[in-house]
Structure formats: C-alpha cells, structure tokens
C-alpha cells in the first residue's frame, strides 16, 4: 500500500512540474523571436503577455539606436546572401517594429482590463456611449446649463 501512495505521490508532483514547463518554454521563445511583433496585431492578445514578450526579447538582443529610429537607412547595396539579406532587412524593420510597439501601447493602455485583456472596438464604442449617455443626462440635470 505504501508503494502505491508513493508512486502516486510521484505521479501527481511530475505533473505538477511538467505543467509549469511550457511558461519556461514560452519565455525561451519570447527571449530568441521577436513574436511580440506578431502579438500586437492580435486582437485577442493580452497586454501583459505582450510586454513580457517584449521585454524578454530585449534582455537578449541589442535594442536599436535612435539613429535607426529616425529612419536612417544607409548601406552597400553589395550582392548577398538570402541568409544575410533577411538579417539585413530585420535590421531595417526592427526599429519600425519597436515603434510600432510603443505606439500600440499608449494606445492600448486605456482599454486594458486588470487581467490583461484589451477591450475589443465593440466594447470600446459602447463604454463611449454609455459615458455620451451619462454626460448628456449631466447636462440636461445642470441647471446652469438650461435655457
């Protein structure tokens, strides 16, 4: 009988620790790819899991200059490799990208809930009507207000 507690007891604690291994298998993957990119064109995305992945992504690699911010392109344009042209043209799009990023969030930080889910445009538009609502009702109540 102690056996088979014990094999159970086993059981149940490797279950526990492989189902905390697909979040350390997601960091990794935040940390090599730039999937934050992808995130912020999801919809359905969560806020925090995006600037997780952002942040991940740049513990890692060199975050680029303001120079590149500004849009200065230069450089040889020397036959290639299709390897080294793809790295060339991330490193042509990667400010865009950051840019992108930080434009997504100050737009996106109204609208974020406390577990992370952003507002769909449906729940956004009837949040202004109702606050439309409010501020008409506001107006017609303030006697100041009347003719």
């Known amino acids: 009988m102690k056996k088979i507690s014990g094999y159970f007891i086993c059981l149940i604690v490797s279950q526990t620790l492989n189902a905390q291994e697909p979040q350390k298998s997601q960091n990794a993957d935040f ?35 303001e120079d ?6 230069g450089g040889n344009k020397a036959e290639v490799s299709p390897e080294e042209a793809a ?19 100050m737009q996106m930080s109204p609208y974020v809930q406390d ?4 507002l769909t445009p449906s729940e956004r538009i009837a949040a202004w009507q109702q606050q439309q609502d409010m501020l008409k009702q506001q107006a ?8």
Not at 68 to 73: I, P
Not at 115 to 118: A, E, F, N, S, Y
């Open 87 to 105: 790295e060339v043209q991330q490193k042509i799009d990667m400010p865009l990208a950051v840019r992108k990023y930080r434009i997504w969030c």
């Open 31 to 65: 940390s090599k790819n730039p999937v934050w990119i992808q995130m912020i064109d999801d919809t359905n995305a969560n806020f925090f899991e995006v600037k997780n992945a952002f942040t991940l992504y740049w513990k890692q690699h060199e975050m680029p200059s």
């Open 115 to 118: 577990d992370g889910r952003i």
């Open 68 to 73: 590149e911010f500004e849009g200065k392109r």
């Open 140 to 147: 017609n109540n303030n006697p100041f207000l009347k003719k």
